[in-house]
């Protein structure tokens, strides 16, 4: 079956870095997501991985092995803003996007 | 200037009744979608839509029915609702390339009491 694997919830400290994990099992790939959902909004695009390696965009990065069916949201010089869930999702073979369930990080002054 | 608005933002109805919400965009995107998110978070696809036509149709009740009156609008219709309905439903949409961008509307959280 389709599946993505990604920590339910991270905790991390203002000004730090923090690295959210996401696995993926899915029929077919083209391409992996990343969107940010602060509580009570929309999803909102952050980045997309059709190809091995770093992709970085600002203080955010995202990095994809395909290989391994592995990806992470990488995020640093963290602000309080930055609270928010982070929902990986793969597009399988259908042009279909699979859903994590979301990783909450909560930022500590 | 609203992407992607749906309407209502709220909603709370008793079991057994029959709903709408309604979505539209403005970005000249062919593919539009509802999405339903429960407690736990998860995003799960209900519809697809491109250009009028439905092209996913996952494995939701048939008491709910998408209608598209053209490429801009797509409404959801709830029949007999139940509270496992309750939730918050997201309407998306996304430009021709299958770069799996989506827009996403504010959400309507439906509550069933």
């Known amino acids: 079956g389709q599946n993505i694997d990604q920590p339910t919830e991270m905790t991390a400290t203002e000004g730090a870095i923090v690295q959210i994990n996401c696995t993926y099992q899915t029929s077919g790939f083209n391409g992996l997501f990343w969107y940010q959902q602060h509580a009570g909004e929309a999803p909102t695009f952050l980045s997309y991985n059709v190809l091995d390696g770093l992709e970085e965009k600002g203080r955010f990065s995202s990095f994809l092995s395909r290989s391994k069916g592995y990806s992470y949201l990488l995020l640093k010089e963290l602000q309080m803003k930055d609270s928010a869930s982070y929902l990986c999702?793969?597009?399988?073979?259908?042009?279909?996007?699979?859903w994590g369930a979301g990783t909450k990080l909560i930022i500590k002054p | 200037d609203t992407a992607v608005s749906q309407t209502p933002k709220y909603l709370v109805t008793q079991m057994g009744n029959d709903k709408s919400i309604k979505c539209e965009q403005n970005?000249?995107?062919?593919?539009m979608y509802w999405y339903k998110q429960d407690s736990k978070k998860f995003l799960k696809i209900m519809f697809s839509?491109?250009?009028?036509?439905?092209?996913i149709n996952e494995t939701v009740p048939n008491r709910f029915s998408p209608k598209s009156p053209d490429k801009a609008h797509l409404n959801l219709h709830i029949n007999s609702l139940e509270l496992g309905d309750s939730a918050v439903y997201f309407c998306?949409?996304?430009?021709?390339?299958?770069?799996?961008?989506?827009?996403f509307g504010e959400g309507s959280r439906l509550t069933v009491l």
């Open positions: 970005l000249g995107h062919d593919t």
């Open positions: 839509y491109n250009n009028k036509e439905l092209i």
């Open positions: 998306a949409s996304s430009p021709p390339a299958d770069t799996g961008e989506l827009f």
């Open positions: 999702a793969a597009m399988d073979s259908n042009y279909q996007l699979i």
